[in-house]
C-alpha cells in the first residue's frame, strides 16, 4: 500500500531557529513529490521535486529530494512566527496518478 | 485571479441528514478533486474528474457519499444519510497540466460536524 510518513508530527521552535521537516515515502509509479504548507484550512503549494539532489529554493524554505532513499526535506531558516503552520508532504504515484499525503508536521514558531 | 471557490465554510447537521458541498474551480482548470481530511492527517481522495467525467471514484463511500461535476466546470458532493465518523474538513481542488507538470490548487474547504 502507497504510504507517505511525515516527522515529526509536531514541533515548537523560537523565532530565528532552523527546522527540518522530514517526508519519507513508498509510492508505486512515483512520479513526483510535493510540499504543502496548510494554515487554517486550504493547503498551498510549495514545491514539487521530481529529480534527485536538485534543491529547490523559495526564501527561507528550500526542499530537496533523494529518490534512493525516498526521502525529502523541507528546510525552514531563520523562522518567523507566520511560518507556523501544517507541512504537508505528498508524493504523486500509483495506479492513478494521484496525491498521497502524510499526516503534516505541525510547526509553531514561538516569539 | 480567483481560486478555488467552496461553500459552506461550515455545517453543522444531525446524523441521519442529508448534506451537500459545492465546489467552483479556478477558470480553465479541468481537473476536480474532492478531498477528505480528518484531524490530524493528511488530505484523503475520494474522487478525481477529468472535465465531466469522473476517472478515479474508488475512494468514494458510493453507500451514502455521491458527487456530480454537471457541464465540467462546479461540482457538488452529498453525503446522504451522514453519519458522526463523517465530521471532517472536505477539501475541493483544481488543477491544470501546463508542460508536463499540475499543481493542484486548493480551496478553503468545508468543515462538517455531524452531531
Known amino acids: 500500500e502507497d504510504k507517505v510518513v511525515q516527522s515529526p508530527l509536531s514541533l515548537v521552535v523560537h523565532e530565528g531557529d532552523t527546522v527540518t521537516l522530514n517526508c519519507s515515502y513508498e509510492v508505486t509509479n512515483f512520479r513526483s513529490l510535493l510540499w504543502y504548507k496548510q494554515e487554517k484550512k486550504a493547503p498551498t503549494f510549495l514545491f514539487m521535486l521530481?529529480?534527485?539532489?536538485i534543491e529547490k529554493k523559495s526564501g527561507r524554505l528550500s526542499s530537496i529530494l533523494d529518490k534512493k532513499e525516498l526521502f525529502s526535506i523541507l528546510n525552514i531558516t531563520a523562522t518567523q512566527t507566520g511560518d507556523s503552520a501544517i507541512y504537508l508532504c505528498a508524493g504523486r504515484g500509483g495506479s492513478q496518478g494521484n496525491l498521497i499525503f502524510g499526516k503534516g508536521t505541525k510547526l509553531s514558531v514561538k516569539p | 485571479e480567483a481560486g478555488v471557490v467552496q461553500s459552506p465554510r461550515y455545517k453543522i447537521i444531525e446524523k441521519k441528514q442529508p448534506v451537500a458541498f459545492w465546489c467552483n474551480p479556478i477558470s480553465g482548470h479541468n481537473t476536480l478533486y474532492w478531498y477528505r481530511q480528518n484531524l490530524g492527517q493528511g488530505p484523503e481522495l475520494l474522487i478525481r474528474y477529468e472535465n465531466e467525467e469522473a476517472v478515479d471514484d474508488s475512494q468514494l463511500p458510493k453507500d451514502r457519499f455521491s458527487a456530480e461535476r454537471l457541464k465540467g466546470v462546479d461540482s457538488t458532493l452529498k453525503i446522504q444519510p451522514a453519519e458522526l465518523g463523517d465530521s471532517a474538513v472536505y477539501l475541493c481542488?483544481?488543477?491544470?497540466?501546463?508542460?508536463?507538470?499540475?499543481?493542484?490548487?486548493f480551496g478553503p474547504g468545508t468543515r462538517l460536524l455531524v452531531l
Open positions: 521530481t529529480s534527485s539532489g
Open positions: 481542488a483544481s488543477s491544470l497540466v501546463i508542460g508536463g507538470t499540475e499543481t493542484q490548487y
